[in-house]
């Protein structure tokens, strides 16, 4: 089965930058929407932020524009989170994502990976 391998959480304190990384089959990586999810204790997953097959495209949830920048190494078929200025309410467990089209709504991922943990002190 076809999985999405992340790396990079960890724990810091408030205002500090983790760098999130999804190594992403090439057949995924050159054709699909890459997304991160995340998952915070006793929430609902939400999108965090997507790009789309070109880099061209990207989309970031109001509460982390500004802070965090996803973006995509073609070479390296790799996705990547930068996240600065850290803060509690970012703990989560961050998800690895792809589906073949964009929208906001979390349904319909095709592929995901296992999860990383990003835990933010105050």
Same mark, same amino acid.
């Given at each position: 089965?076809?999985?999405?391998?992340?790396? %990079?959480? !960890?724990?810091?304190?408030?205002? !500090?930058?983790? +760098?999130?990384?999804?190594?992403? $089959?090439? @057949?995924?990586?050159?054709?699909?929407?890459?997304?991160?999810?995340?998952?915070? $204790?006793?929430?609902?997953?939400?999108?965090?932020? @997507?790009?789309?097959?070109?880099?061209?495209?990207?989309?970031? +949830?109001? @509460?982390?524009? !500004?802070?965090? +920048?996803i973006s995509r190494q073609s070479g390296e078929n790799?996705?990547?989170?930068?996240?600065?200025?850290?803060? $509690?309410?970012?703990?989560?467990?961050?998800y690895c994502a792809a589906r073949d089209y964009f929208?906001?709504?979390?349904t319909d991922m095709d592929y995901w990976g296992k %999860?990383?943990?990003?835990?933010? @002190?105050?």
């Amino acid at each position: 089965q076809v999985q999405l391998q992340e790396s %990079g959480g !960890g724990s810091v304190q408030t205002g !500090g930058a983790l +760098r999130l990384s999804c190594l992403v $089959p090439e @057949s995924i990586f050159s054709t699909y929407w890459m997304f991160w999810v995340r998952r915070a $204790p006793g929430k609902e997953r939400e999108i965090v932020a @997507s790009i789309d097959r070109t880099g061209g495209s990207t989309y970031h +949830r109001k @509460s982390v524009e !500004g802070r965090f +920048r996803i973006s995509r190494q073609s070479g390296e078929n790799t996705v990547y989170l930068q996240m600065n200025n850290l803060k $509690p309410e970012d703990t989560a467990v961050y998800y690895c994502a792809a589906r073949d089209y964009f929208n906001e709504h979390i349904t319909d991922m095709d592929y995901w990976g296992k %999860g990383t943990l990003v835990t933010v @002190s105050s």
